[in-house]
């Protein structure tokens, strides 16, 4: 059976709705939790100018996003590696054939920490640089490679470039499909992110200061983006069952 958008994003919900216990126990404290803080204590970067082609005020721009970055960056980095580590502890509960307890699951994920590290760089890096050409083709090389970290859990031991070749290989005739579910991830999440990036701005700005409601709508912003990593985690581990046993 061809991998279709239905297919795919019914298996995905099937593994959350499933192990929602597991999913919540983890994903809280590990995904959402470091996100939401970064969120609320952590000041965003800075926009960029409105009028990009001033080369004043794209200069100011860049030393005051130099600024930032020397502050605050670390913060953003450990959240990133803090979400890495709870992710991969995730996929070894839903997917290892040993079926390991929590505690086991975040021992193992500490000790391969490294491959997990290293896989989520081989495969953010053509991601992010696909998004910032023009979005669709980062889109597609998440879709190849959304198989990377099941692999890597899987057929252990195996490096985390053959992870990632695992994947490409898996996904070389049925990508249409695993693409349409992404696509419909990154849409949905942008379509909740949208308004809510829009009002954590304005809530920002010293007439409009209200700590609570910001706090609420960054609490919402953490949520969307940890319901996006789940989502995207339940597509790799449902595409690799499907596409693995069949002897890919």
């Avoid at 297919?7 to 939790?33: H, K, M, N, Q, S």
Wanted: net charge positive; no cysteine; proline share 6%.
């Amino acid at each position: 059976m061809m991998l279709s958008l239905g297919r795919v994003l019914g298996d995905a919900w099937t593994i959350l709705r499933r192990e929602g216990d597991l999913v919540v126990r983890l994903a809280a404290p590990f995904v959402f939790l470091p996100a939401f803080a970064v969120q609320l204590l952590v000041a965003p970067p800075p926009a960029l100018p409105q009028t990009p082609g001033d080369q004043a005020a794209m200069q100011a721009w860049l030393e005051r996003l130099t600024a930032w970055g020397q502050a605050n960056a670390g913060w953003y980095l450990l959240a990133d590696l803090i979400g890495i580590y709870g992710l991969a502890a995730l996929v070894i509960l839903l997917i290892h054939p040993a079926r390991p307890d929590v505690k086991t699951a975040l021992a193992t994920a500490a000790r391969r920490f490294g491959r997990f590290l290293l896989a989520d760089l081989l495969v953010s890096i053509p991601v992010g640089l696909g998004l910032w050409l023009f979005v669709l083709p980062g889109l597609y090389v998440q879709a190849r490679l959304v198989a990377t970290v099941p692999a890597l859990v899987v057929e252990a031991p195996i490096s985390a470039s053959r992870a990632l070749g695992r994947s490409w290989l898996l996904t070389r005739r049925e990508w249409w499909g695993v693409l349409a579910a992404i696509v419909t991830l990154f849409v949905a999440q942008y379509l909740v992110l949208a308004p809510l990036i829009g009002a954590d701005d304005v809530l920002r700005s010293p007439e409009h200061r209200n700590p609570i409601v910001l706090a609420l709508i960054d609490a919402g912003m953490a949520a969307a983006a940890t319901a996006y990593h789940l989502g995207v985690l339940a597509i790799g581990i449902a595409v690799y069952r499907r596409l693995a046993s069949k002897g890919t």
